[in-house]
T-cell receptor, first 115, second 117 residues
Framework: EAGVAQSPRYKIIEKRQSVAFWCNPI?????LYWYQQILGQGPKLLIQ????????DSQLPKDRFSAERLKGVDSTLKIQPAKLEDSAVYLC?????????????FGPGTRLTVT | KQEVTQIPAALSVPEGENLVLNCSFT??????LQWFRQDPGKGLTSLLL?????REQTSGRLNASLDKSSGRSTLYIAASQPGDSATYLC????????????????FGTGTQLKVEL
């Protein structure tokens, strides 16, 4: 079974520039999550999708961050414009809806450096 | 609001030692608790998942216990090896089905473990 795929793996941009991350979840997983992990901290949920609908985006800085999930499969997370404090690892995860375990599977992450 | 705390933040032990990592959470109405491992530059690997009705789970040299009433979990690593060096994260899941918001996974800040030769 293929895992969660993310690209790019690394990205360096200057502040005020835009950036986009892509995630392809495990086939058949209806729930998709984007987490932000700042160095030395645990991952923080940014947005959660159930199929292509948003379930929770309460911690997403909507003035600069946006996310969409096309046709309930792949997802993109965009930052526009980026700030220095956005430097972090962005993790995508997916889980099987309806499973009693609700166990998420994580991708390798995209490390963003904003200079 | 659920808060998850992990102690210690960092730990260095000699190879072969048994060790315990601690995790505490403020809201005991959890659905499950997971322990993850994170290697530098890598994603998260699930080690053990304990359902709220369970007391412990074991996998090889790892044993995780859960005491919901006191809001605590421990991860026990027996006979530690240099390959165990990584950051260990615990995460608790709440179900938000009644509000139609699915589930919510809250992570601790992690324990950075180094096992030395």
């Amino acid at each position: 079974e293929a895992g969660v795929a993310q690209s790019p793996r690394y990205k360096i941009i200057e502040k005020r520039q835009s950036v986009a991350f892509w995630c392809n979840p495990i086939s058949g997983h209806a729930t998709l999550y984007w987490y932000q992990q700042i160095l030395g901290q645990g991952p923080k949920l940014l947005i959660q999708f159930q199929n292509n609908g948003v379930v929770d985006d309460s911690q997403l800085p909507k003035d600069r961050f946006s996310a969409e999930r096309l046709k309930g499969v792949d997802s993109t997370l965009k930052i526009q414009p980026a700030k220095l404090e956005d430097s972090a690892v962005y993790l995508c995860a997916s889980s099987l809806a309806g499973s009693t375990l609700y166990q998420p599977y994580f991708g390798p992450g995209t490390r963003l450096t904003v200079t | 609001k659920q808060e998850v705390t992990q102690i210690p933040a960092a730990l260095s032990v000699p190879e072969g030692e048994n060790l315990v990592l601690n995790c505490s959470f403020t809201d005991s109405a959890i659905y499950n608790l997971q322990w993850f491992r994170q290697d530098p530059g890598k994603g998260l690997t699930s080690l053990l998942l304990i359902q709220s009705s369970q007391r412990e789970q074991t996998s090889g040299r790892l044993n995780a216990s859960l005491d919901k009433s006191s809001g605590r979990s421990t991860l026990y690593i027996a006979a530690s090896q240099p390959g165990d060096s990584a950051t260990y994260l615990c995460a608790v899941m709440l179900l938000l089905i009644l509000t139609g918001r699915g589930n919510k996974l809250t992570f601790g800040t992690g324990t950075q473990l180094k096992v030395e030769l």
